[in-house]
């Protein structure tokens, strides 16, 4: 018989192994957006300050399109490093729903690189939504997943936090929806939603105040 | 004479940034995956909806490629992780042991973009599926050592958890070895078995159950 | 009612992850550095000796900028690494600002590139001026909001501690300034300032003994 | 006055993410070592699959240098590993010998993919063996300026602890000056010398088993 002592028991697979993992994959994908922005060498006779000004200027979609997935991914880091602040275990279900979602963070740079190449174009615009929806659904699905009964958080959650936690998610799936139905009118339009997206969340909301307080 | 205090000596090279190692290259060996996943930059005049979404199309064995190795790299890091649970203590050896697994962790970004790019070819098969298992042969080769008279386990595992842990590699690496037999009738059928394989590992197996409760 | 046991709140945004996402995208950044210092690979008749030498030695622009990027994050690593040892909490916009910081961190890799390209253009000293400032804004930034009325800080830390901390980055942000006016006279000038500016930081200030006393 | 309570001192930079930023740097530069090994993509038409082995074959002199790099930084990680247990605090400069140190580690991709590429050249085996000597000198330049009147390490550590970790240290210093002078005979000596320079630490030596002792 297996007399493994409490302290080696560690209620399933540990959380912190999967937070440096999901830190390190975060802090590669937002990283590796750089690398599209790049300036093309061209040989010294063409070199002058006017032309390269000018290739500068030409990457602004480049530029724009970093920024955004930058922030984006940030936003992304941050919630889903507060609700696995309430997890008290985790299971192999939540591990790979965890992994799926984190496979989604990976195909950003993909997808940023693609709307900064083609900005003017629907489909870009309509690809660069449905990678962020699937952030959002995958992250919904995990927080839906620890909560349900409390499955992994513990037993003295309150109610509200965990709706108020879903409905915060839900809102930025909406907002994405609708950027993606903009685009069928104007792609740009949906550029101007990925570029607002992030404010609606930048300042504390009445539920971070509520978890604030919650913790005091 | 050395007057080391007990919370000096760690037995052995840290478990932790053994572990802290193995994380962040398995997650920057995920994230490498999406490098090889582009859509070319063509010139303004060549670019419709149609032959962009056309392209995106085409892509489709890389993006196959990309989440197939990613979901494999996923398992073997979990099972990684899984093993890691249980040692007591490293020494020199393992540590070797352990890199020659992360080393081959590394190719897997390697052999998925050659697969990508010769999806019907059946040396590209075989060069996947050679690195899959080399990830197998060498995980179990860590978890024989380790477990070895206990070499760097806890004296009181059971002898039963150990074998399951080893059968449970050995069945993957059967399925790959399969796998990689098929190529010579089908490069397609090989394929079709690296998708199904971690499927086998997704849900909670009997050996998990048995894990859980020798922690309970 | 929510009833977490005080090991359970944290007063705030955990710091250690967010140390540890900040770790991550800086050890990435300085590794992304190398990526753009590359010997082009020709085919065999043209390989000689000689002109591997001069493929070489063509390289220096690229092998100063990256020394020079190298050793600036290292130095803003540091310095962020200092400051943050003073955090007692952090909240959401603290976060941002971390991030914002570590966001100008991700560009460094893309302006040192452009001007290992273009060492004598005075618009690549001028954006590789404006990324540094940038470093040195938003550390400043972040160390004004986290001790601005103890918002962050321990209630006991001395005002001529935080008045000296601001000091140390704003001189560094005078030494750039200077250099991107230099870049007016000649560019060349700027970069000595650039190679330079790291060596005020290097040995141990009046400031840093004032930290070592503060901690005996 | 400072009136910090004991948990806020924490002598000097913190360890804990000195080593962390080090994993990072380790396992990003030993995971991009992998991107220069790659099979060049070329149409339909004339891929077969004689073709595609041969061009796997061709690919030796890039896969012998990619493993032969993994194991030398994997090799250097573990020394850095060992002797960073023995410290006690550190210092702004053993930072910056610390941050040198890993400068080196992130050139080795560099010089990897040059020696990868050229490997008959006697220019590429000497860029690489000044690399690896860089890493030796600077690992001994961290060990000497830690131990030196025990600045950094416990009091107690033995004198003969110190000396064996100099001389291990010093013996690879050695091997790579040799593998450096031979290839001014023929570059593929000295490339038979880098391959066989980890082996020598491969197996716990008489110091190894000294470490072991003083920790049991």
Chains 1, 2, 3, 4 share one sequence.
């Not at 959380?15 to 999901?22: N, V």
């Not at 950003?108 to 174009?121: A, M």
Request: hydrophobic letters at 50%; one cysteine or more; a positive charge.
């Amino acid at each position: 018989m297996t007399t493994l002592s409490p302290s080696e028991s560690n209620q399933g697979l540990g959380k912190q192994r999967i937070e440096a993992l999901s830190d390190a994959i975060f802090a590669f994908a937002m990283t590796l957006l750089v690398l599209d922005v790049k300036i093309p060498k061209v040989s010294g006779a063409l070199v002058t300050q006017e032309f390269l000004v000018q290739t500068l200027l030409d990457l602004w979609p480049k530029f724009l399109s970093f920024v955004m997935s930058f922030v984006i991914l940030s936003l992304f880091w941050i919630a889903h490093h507060g609700y696995s602040h309430f997890l008290k275990r985790t299971d192999r279900t939540f591990l790979w729903i965890n992994l799926l979602f984190l496979m989604v963070v990976v195909i950003v740079p993909f997808s940023t690189d693609f709307l900064g190449d083609y900005p003017r174009q629907r489909i870009a615009s309509l690809v660069y939504g449905c990678n962020i929806m699937a952030l959002g659904l995958t992250l919904y699905w995990q927080w839906e997943y620890a909560t349900h009964g409390h499955r992994l958080v513990g037993s003295h959650i309150e109610p509200k936090l965990v709706r108020k936690g879903k409905q915060r998610i839900l809102m930025g799936i909406l907002m994405i929806s609708s950027a993606m139905l903009l685009s069928w009118v104007n792609p740009a339009l949906s550029i101007v939603v990925y570029v607002l997206f992030p404010i609606a969340y930048l300042r504390p909301s009445q539920i971070d105040r509520h978890w604030t307080h919650a913790h005091d």
